[in-house]
């Protein structure tokens, strides 16, 4: 079945092709430039980029997909959790094209697809049918959840942070450290040629059930920084560099041993990780090390699906008609708070 994925949940405007499963085009227009000086995403200033960027970036999937906007059977879009202004986006044209071409749309729980994110085909990659019941793991900026997943369309949430994300742990302490935004990739690279048992920082609820807690990296990140008087290095110092190693290895080890203890629990063959931090290369290296030695059937997102994107939407979206799961209206809404139980 062929779908168009749209996506506007925070600082990515995105579409896609997708056939059953296999991206057919995908663009993606990251908005990271415009939140650049101000460490962070600006609501207000997402939503007008999406406004801005949307017609061109729908328009560019469908030129890539070399297909007729006719052919097309659906559109899957992102209808929440996210920043109310930036789903509007989205939402509202793709309740226009719906009009216009008199195509249905489904609306599609942003985190639940980057939970099937790693079952996307694509170029000559053919993904593996999911193996359900699974626990996934997804962790962005805005999310740091467990999920029981039963078949595509069936969530039951088992863990999750209590405050903050992991991202936005990696976001938050790089500011601290001087590395700019996004931190996640700048601490991944940083961190490369560190030694993680340099600096002495506490795995938070480290074997505490299957809940999370990052917010207090902040302080532990910002009393080592300062303590050392790492303001005045510069920015190839080993000492920085031990910094960025010692904070993600305490981030990756919980990730990893929380995701281990949930598939033990719930006794499943097979384990996703996905999202905006499965992108980090140790985090990638540490779970399939771990895991996979321990027999379980690894999934990670390719890092290309990684990050927001509109491939996942319509990959879910294709189950969600199949399902007649969550068809719209013209009266449907953003959901900016939205359970993936519900
Ligand atoms: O999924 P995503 O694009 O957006 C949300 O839905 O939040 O995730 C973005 C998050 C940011 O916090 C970013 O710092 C983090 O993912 N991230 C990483 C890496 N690449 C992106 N964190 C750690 N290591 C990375 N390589
Ligand atoms: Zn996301």
Redesign the pocket.
Known sequence: MLILGMES??D?TAAAVVDSGLVISSVIRSQTEFHLKYGGVVPEIASRAHLEAVDSVVKEAIAQSGLELQKIEAIAVTQGPGLVGALLVALSYAKGLSIASNIKVVGVN?VQA?ALSPFLSFSDFRAPDPDFPLVALVV????TSLFLVKSETEFKTIGQTVDD?A??A??KCAKLMGLGY????A??KMARGGDAKAFNITRPMWRKGLNFSFSGLKTRVHDIYHQNSMDNLPDDAQALKDLAASLQEAIVDVLADKLYQAASFYEVKSVVLA???A???R?RQVVIDRLASSGLNVLISDPAW???NAAMIAYLGGFQIAKNIGILDLNAEPKPRWPVDQ
């Open positions: 949940s925070c990515e942003h980057h962005s900026g805005g999310h994300a991202g936005e990696f976001d996004p931190g996640g990739p601490i991944d999202g905006g931090v992108a980090n290369s985090l990684c990050t927001d």
